[in-house]
């Protein structure tokens, strides 16, 4: 099937790339998971860990997919295609229906993080609240934790899945044109607003002994093989890597790019600002000595929010600065996810922009609305009492721990061996600043495979020893609920087949023009 060639666009700047790349990578991943992750692993025993899997795995993986991008013009599938063939495309597709995934809770994560932000405004800040749709009374839980749970028992969670999606279509809608011209404001205000919070938490009183735990090591915990997974997943996850986003990025860059020089630059800004936020977060949970929990959403939902409600003075502006964050951090990472997309569907399919953004909006709500279901099973278990946030929870436990480092996986090897690493250094060096030595070959060829098939050969061992993630607190739900015990396996079967099926079905289809 051969196509007029589209119109895919061009960034028009340097710093223009730089700030969307760097919008992509800082999202809600270096806001909380990071703070979750770190306080999970030990606090400080996390981050050693994680400066190995940033230098020896995130900036060579980042460097490969900007080469990637750049060098064929193309996104992730046809990238692939054009590298490996057939079997390339195969893994592109997954990693792209991976970020399918990952779009639709993403951004149901954000509806939320709307709704607290319209509660920040007051009603997230009175001394208690009920939650009369329980039959919880006032004072049981914190109120932070009561507005969310009784915003989840409405259905106006659907109505900011509709309003984030709108969000995102706006700034998506002229391609590369309008991402740029967004990333330009939002941006540079999320570090403005990082500032604002980070100078807050540590001048609170103790807020430095935060900072202490964040900083001090832990060497013990680096012989359990689920700390790296932690830190690899991470470095993925937090660089954007391995759905395709960053290849998508690349491939509208003139070709005569610094690529190596972005890649370093992306990575730092990206690092710095996760360790800044480590701070801001860490700093005020000691200053009101509350301990944090592991679970992701519930440190950004409850936790934070209980903090900020203890400071001295300027709650709500606090608070209002730390939702708005949250929010436009995300938006800048949802757009490109949602670009990775479309433009893959795009280069396959040779579709208008209009119609490609339509159908992938119109799938992405649906499965946004679907992890927004507001039905509360137990608000009793401790995060995931409803129905939409336990699915979420099963399906990002897959696509964050194993999707990401298998995709990761493949595309080193296919990059790495069939096109050979050596190939795509010699292009990356052709424009870039610093030269990027034989070292590089030997990560792509080597150790980052050999790494990344340890970690997960040994967590998918666990998994299947110790009993399937999730099984056990859905043990827990009561009666009438019973149906949710089979989730586990149900959104383990649905994230494996679809992302295997559609792939295939995809890369069945037609093939792309011929490339020179
Ligand atoms: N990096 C973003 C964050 O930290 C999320 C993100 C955007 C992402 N695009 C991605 C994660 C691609 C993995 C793959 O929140």
Redesign the pocket.
């Known amino acids: 099937m051969s196509q007029a060639p589209i119109d895919r666009g061009r960034w028009k700047t340097r710093i223009g790339f730089i700030l969307a790349a760097s919008g ?7 806001i909380v ?1 990071f703070s979750a992750n770190a306080y999970k692993f030990g606090g400080g025993a996390f981050y050693l860990p994680y400066l190995l899997a940033l230098f020896a795995i995130g900036i060579p993986v980042m460097m490969l997919e900007f080469g990637l991008g750049s060098k064929t013009g193309r996104a992730f599938p046809e990238a692939l295609h054009i590298v490996a063939g057939k079997k390339g495309e195969f893994v592109g597709w997954w990693g792209i229906l991976n ?1 399918g995934f ?1 779009t639709m809770y ?1 951004i149901t994560i954000l509806s939320w993080v709307l709704g607290m932000l319209i509660g920040s405004f007051g009603a997230l800040w009175q001394p208690t609240m009920a939650v009369p749709a329980f039959d919880i009374p006032e004072g049981v839980l914190p109120t932070a934790t009561a507005y969310f749970f009784q915003m989840l028992t409405t259905a106006k969670p659907l109505i900011f899945v509709v309003i984030v999606w709108a969000l995102n279509v706006l700034i998506i809608r002229r391609g590369v044109q309008s991402i740029e011209a967004v990333t330009k404001v939002f941006v540079p205000l999320m570090w403005i607003f990082m500032a604002i919070l980070i100078v807050r938490g540590v001048t609170l009183p103790n807020g430095t002994q935060g900072v202490y735990l964040l900083f001090t090591p832990n060497f013990d915990v680096m012989k359990d093989p689920a700390v790296w997974q932690g830190a690899f997943s991470q470095i ?8 395709g ?1 960053m290849v998508a990025y690349a491939s509208y860059l003139p070709k005569n790019s610094d690529l190596a020089g972005n890649s370093f630059v992306t990575s730092f800004l990206n690092c710095g600002f996760e360790y800044l936020a480590g701070l801001a977060v860490f700093s005020v949970l000691f200053a009101f000595a509350i301990v944090p929990q592991a679970s992701t959403l519930s440190m950004m939902f409850f936790i934070v929010p209980q903090g900020i409600a203890q400071m001295p003075a300027g709650v709500q502006l606090f608070g209002i600065v730390f939702f708005l964050l949250l929010l436009i951090a ?1 938006l800048t ?1 949802s757009v ?2 949602i670009e ?1 997309i479309v433009s893959a569907l795009r280069d396959k399919f040779g579709w208008a922009r209009g119609k490609t953004i339509a159908v992938a909006a119109g799938i992405g709500v649906i499965g946004s609305c679907m992890f927004a279901l507001p039905q509360v099973v137990d608000p009793g278990l401790e995060n995931n009492g409803t129905i939409g946030l336990t699915l979420l929870d099963l399906i990002d436990h897959w696509v964050f721990s194993y999707g ?1 480092l298998a995709i990761g996986l493949a595309q080193c090897i296919l990059v790495g061996w069939v096109l050979g690493a050596s190939k795509i250094r010699a292009y990356i060096n052709e424009n870039s600043s610093t030269r990027i030595g034989p070292w590089f070959d030997v990560l792509i060829k080597f150790v980052i495979p050999a790494a990344l098939a340890f970690i997960l050969g040994y967590s998918l061992y666990n998994e299947f020893q110790n009993g399937l993630y999730g099984m056990a607190y859905n043990e827990n739900y009561r009666e009438g609920a019973e149906f949710m015990r089979a989730a586990p396996v149900a959104v383990l079967m649905v994230w494996f087949l679809t992302s295997t099926f559609v792939a295939l079905l995809l890369t069945k289809r037609g093939n792309y023009a011929q490339e020179s």
């Not at 992509?24 to 270096?30: E, F």
């Not at 993925?236 to 759905?243: E, Q, R, Y």
Request: hydrophobic letters at 50%; a neutral charge.
């Open positions: 992509s990578a800082i999202g809600l991943g270096n998971f970020a990952l993403y993925f996850f937090t660089l954007s890597l391995g759905f986003t995300g990472s490109s996810l990775g990401l």
